[in-house]
C-alpha cells in the first residue's frame, strides 16, 4: 500500500477546478452556479474514473477518451490478465478466481496497479483515466485517502443487451485491442426505445488473432453481473455522495454514444479543435 500512497499524488488545484467548472457544472446541483475559471483542457492532467457493469462499454469510451486527452487508460483487468499471461507465481491463483468471475483481493490489485503507475510515472505519464477501478467501496476509500479523482464517469446500458455484449467480445491476441462480432438490436417497447448496436470488426489484421476471455461464458458473465450489483455498485454511492458522478446512458452502439459522450463532458469542440489540428 506504501507504493500506491507514494505514487497516487493528490491532483494538482487547477485540475480539480477544471472539473468543477467544465464537468460538474451540468450535472451537480451543489456546484451548478459556481463560476470557475474556464481552463484550456490541454492543461489538464485528468484524474477520471470508468465505472460500469461488465460489457457496458468503459474499456472502449474510456480508451478513446486516454487517447483525446493524452492521459493513460489503465485497466485493472488488463493488468490481471497480462498477470495471467505472465505466468508468474500468483497467476495460478488468478485464474481459479478470474475464471469463475469473482474479485481478486485487494492487496493483489493494489500491487499491480502500483507497479503499473510506478512504471507510467517513470515514463513520464500524468493523470490517468481509471478503468474497472475501484470495485469496492473498501477500495474507493483508499483510493480517495492517496488522491483527489476528478470526475467519476458511471456508464449505465439496458440491462438485456449486456449478455450478448460480454458473449460478443473479442480481444486481439497480439494488439491487445477490444472488439465485438455481437450484432445488438432490440425493439422498443413499454415506452423504453429500441437500440440496435453494429458489430464493432477488427481491421483484417486482427481478424484471425481473435479470442474470447475465458471469462466471457453465460454462467461467468452472470456471475460477475451479480458480483458487481452486490460490491460494485455501492461504489457509485460512494462518488454520487461526493458529488463526483456523471450518469451518462449509453444511447447505443459507438456513432450515437460518442459525440453524446463528449457532449456531456464538455469535450465535443475539444475533439474537433484536435482533428484540425492534427
Ligand atoms: P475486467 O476486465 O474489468 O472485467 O476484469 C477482469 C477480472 O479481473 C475481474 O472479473 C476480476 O476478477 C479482476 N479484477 C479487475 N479489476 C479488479 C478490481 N479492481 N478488484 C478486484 N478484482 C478485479
Not at 423504453?192 to 453494429?198: E, L, V
Not at 489484421?205 to 460477475?224: F, N
Not at 455522495?241 to 456531456?264: C, Q
Request: aromatic share 6%; proline share 5%; glycine share 8%.
Amino acid at each position: 500500500m506504501a507504493a500506491l500512497t507514494r505514487i497516487l499524488r493528490p491532483s494538482s488545484i487547477s485540475c480539480s477546478n477544471i472539473t468543477k467548472c467544465r464537468y460538474f457544472s451540468t450535472t451537480v446541483p451543489e456546484v451548478q452556479n459556481h463560476n470557475f475559471t474556464r481552463i484550456d483542457p490541454k492543461d489538464r492532467n485528468v484524474q477520471w474514473v470508468f465505472l460500469g457493469v461488465p460489457g457496458v462499454g468503459k474499456g472502449t469510451y474510456a480508451s478513446r477518451l486516454s487517447t483525446l486527452l493524452g492521459v493513460p487508460h489503465i485497466a485493472t483487468g488488463d493488468l490481471v490478465r497480462e498477470e495471467l499471461a505472465s505466468s508468474g507465481p500468483i497467476s495460478q491463483q488468478l485464474t481459479e478466481i478470474v475464471n469463475q468471475g469473482k474479485l481478486v483481493s485487494d492487496e493483489i490489485i493494489f500491487n499491480l496497479l502500483s507497479k503499473r503507475l510506478a512504471a507510467g510515472e517513470a515514463k513520464g505519464e500524468s493523470g490517468f483515466i481509471l478503468d474497472g477501478f475501484p470495485r469496492t467501496v473498501k477500495q474507493a476509500e483508499i483510493l480517495e485517502g492517496v488522491t483527489d479523482i476528478d470526475l467519476v464517469v458511471n456508464l449505465k446500458l439496458r440491462e438485456d443487451v449486456l449478455l450478448d455484449k460480454c458473449l460478443g467480445r473479442r480481444i486481439c491476441s497480439q494488439c491487445g485491442k477490444n472488439y465485438n462480432v455481437a450484432t445488438i438490436s432490440v425493439k422498443g417497447e413499454n415506452g423504453k426505445p429500441g437500440m440496435s448496436m453494429a458489430p464493432l470488426l477488427p481491421p483484417a489484421h486482427c481478424m484471425s488473432k481473435l479470442i474470447t476471455r475465458a471469462d466471457d461464458t453465460e454462467e461467468v458473465v452472470k456471475e460477475r453481473l451479480r458480483i458487481y450489483n452486490e460490491k460494485s455498485q455501492p461504489v457509485e454511492d460512494f462518488f454520487r455522495n461526493r458529488g463526483k458522478l456523471l450518469e451518462f446512458d449509453l444511447p447505443g452502439g459507438i456513432p450515437e454514444s460518442w459525440p453524446r459522450l463528449l457532449e456531456a463532458l464538455n469535450l465535443d469542440d475539444y475533439e474537433e479543435k484536435q482533428s484540425a489540428a492534427a
